[in-house]
């Protein structure tokens, strides 16, 4: 379920800080660099975020075509991650031990020892299985300043968040209740939403409180 | 105080504003009045969840015909338990949506859009983001008013009061009073609003 087919369920997020001057030269060029890079299992990396195009996380050929709809910049942001069970990593750090003690004749491995066949174990197994896939979509409203966001979840929120400042220098906010207050009203009734407090309803505040 | 800590001791106005919502469908049927927009019909669809704001985990999840209209969600009311998540109808104009709405980031989920017309990817595409906005809008609409009101004097008067009395008796507003306070009064009281 995403931007072009099924309910819709997003998250959404007010974009903060100016926008440069040549907007989608700059922004096609930020966006260039950090188009998704798929992980390769000689590289010691376990995960990676990038960008791919709106509703296709193969697609990382982000040409203008794809990227600009009329006031709308879409994107999708891939994130794909190795992730073995604990019980695999130990089960293949056992079968390596065990192998290396008997080329060896030692009783036991140093920790740097350990260290290179735990490394070792890591990188037959990035090789041996293919890493996780999510593809989230992302449309932002360059005049609104609103970016609407394929996820509730927080983790991707954050690594959204993180990937969007690094790549357009700009910060996300994401809508509450006081942030979408603060956008409605102007600054005089801002001071009088920081003293808000919650209204009691129950039966305990018959005492007159609230 | 910053901002993250401030985003994070309101998110109690996110429970007031859908208990407010609740309270209205009670008081006016479900039709609210939005100044600039004209009628937006709201109504409770089958599911609530409530939370007390301080103890999250202590949430009571309904779903039902009428889940709003038992003895468990009034139960949870009255022991200081806000709405977290309702699903809710909204109607404007010739378009209506279905969703479910979440209190403490006004995060709409499971939107189901009104019929869509467009042929081809890309009309279909600005057709559906046309209407995720309008719903967008027309929800901060309704907070826009929502807050007019919790921010005036009126709010301590009257309305917190009436929300008190439906909340622990059942007993509902008067809807003229209801009008009077969300309407003239309140447009008085609130000058310098941005709301609608």
Known sequence: MGALNGPMSTTKLFVRGELPKNLRR?????IALRTF?????DEEAEERAGWCALGAPFDLDLSSDKVWSGAYLTLG??????RFPARVIQAELARASHAALTKSGHERLSRSQKTELKRRVLATLRRKYLPSMLAVDLVWN????EVFFW????GLIERLGALFELCFALT?????????AERLFPSQRRTHLDQLERTPFHAETLDGSG | MDLVDRIETTRFLGGEFLLWLWFSRDVTGGEIYIKGRGAVLVSLETQIALADPLAEREKVSIRGIDPFGGAEAGEALSTGKLPRKVGLRVVFEQSEWVMTIDSNTLALSGVKLPAQVSQGSEELFYERMRLLEQIHDLVTALYAHFLGVRLSPAWASDV??????????GEVMDQKQFDQLHGKRRARAANGSAAG
Do not use: H, I
């Not at chain 1, 360059?142 to 300043?145: I, K, P, T, V």
């Not at chain 1, 996820?151 to 927080?154: L, R, T, V």
């Not at chain 2, 917190?160 to 008796?169: E, F, G, K, T």
């Open chain 1, 172 to 180: 996300l906010v994401e809508n509450s209740p006081f942030v979408a």
């Open chain 1, 26 to 30: 700059s922004f096609s060029e930020r």
């Open chain 1, 77 to 82: 942001l891939r994130l794909d991650r190795y």
């Open chain 1, 151 to 154: 996820s509730q979840s927080k």
């Open chain 1, 37 to 41: 890079r798929p992980l390769d299992p």
């Open chain 2, 160 to 169: 917190a009061p009436a929300l008190r009395a439906w909340v622990q008796s």
């Open chain 1, 142 to 145: 360059l005049d609104a300043g």
